[in-house]
């Protein structure tokens, strides 16, 4: 982190837990924000981010941007959040209240050159007595990612409510696989349960930078597009030719996905086995 730019680190000792507790960690933090009054407060939107930051917020009395996809200091040190809303951006601001606390996802800004010559310090903080969390974590358990991590694709193939059914999906995942692409979503699909959480893309998902990106019955919502902005090159497939993702897009295809993607499959197929 100070091979990133960080100055100083504060390092909160937790000596009896092994595991991350929410409950704590927004108590320290909160403390040490009391203390060394900082004008702003990030924290990374993920699942973890995601809890703590309102925790963080609300023992502050302060306000809360979740899922930014940029970030403006002003002059007199105002920082517009900005998210996407009502068919736009807007951003929000906090005036008034300190700190300005906003969540922002992997991916949404680029990674910082590394000064392998910076240094700075390190400030171990011991979380605060007589705590008595009424949440404890006791076990996390990870699951590796199938296929191709959506943040390090070269190609993503991402589909929406188009696919209509749990076949329509199995296309689509045929598709990725073919193309050895990561396969996304949007939140219609995950709320069908064809695909879990972890594959959204979007404002409240996962932010991804491929070269080819193909969106597969999907609507072109701004919640979404957000997530691709960085695309190299972009392909929506939709039957209705009117559909907003067609005006976002490089490459339009105007087809029924069911009748198309397995077409598009055996030509693929075709010319990489030649």
């Not at 392998?116 to 390190?122: A, E, P, Q, V, Y």
């Not at 072109?220 to 691709?228: A, K, L, S, Y």
């Given at each position: 982190m100070f091979q990133s730019g960080a100055d100083i680190i504060y390092q909160i000792n937790f000596p009896d837990f092994d595991k991350f507790q929410t409950e704590i960690s927004s108590i320290s933090i909160s403390d040490l924000a009391k203390e060394v009054k900082p004008q702003i407060i990030l924290i990374g939107s993920t699942f973890l981010g995601r809890e703590l930051a309102p925790l963080v917020a609300a023992r502050l009395k302060t306000g809360l941007t979740a899922h930014c996809i940029d970030l403006v200091l002003t002059e007199d040190m105002i920082l517009e959040q900005w998210i996407p809303a009502y068919g736009g951006l807007i951003a929000i601001t906090c005036p008034e209240k300190r700190p300005q606390i906003a969540t922002v996802a992997r991916g949404v800004f680029p990674i910082p050159t590394l000064d392998?010559?910076?240094?700075?310090?390190?400030?171990?903080?011991?979380?605060p007595e007589d705590i008595n969390p009424r949440v404890k974590t006791l076990e996390i358990i990870r699951t590796d990612p199938e296929g191709v991590p959506l943040e390090e694709a070269h190609t993503v193939v991402a589909g929406g409510a188009g696919a209509?059914?749990?076949e329509g999906w199995k296309q689509i995942e045929d598709l990725a696989q073919t193309l050895n692409a990561a396969l996304g979503s949007t939140r219609p699909a995950v709320d069908e349960g064809w695909i879990d959480l972890e594959t959204m893309i979007g404002q409240s998902g996962k932010m991804v930078h491929p070269d080819l990106y193909i969106g597969v019955g999907l609507s072109?919502?701004?919640?979404?597009?957000?997530?691709?902005a960085s695309a190299k090159v972009m392909v929506a497939i939709n039957n209705d030719p009117k559909s907003p993702v067609f005006h976002q897009v490089n490459y339009g295809i105007v087809e029924d996905c069911g009748e198309f993607i397995p077409i598009f499959i055996k030509k693929l197929e075709e010319y990489l086995d030649n």
């Open positions: 392998k010559n910076k240094t700075g310090r390190l400030v171990l903080v011991d979380k209509g059914s749990r072109g919502e701004q919640q979404h597009m957000v997530g691709i």
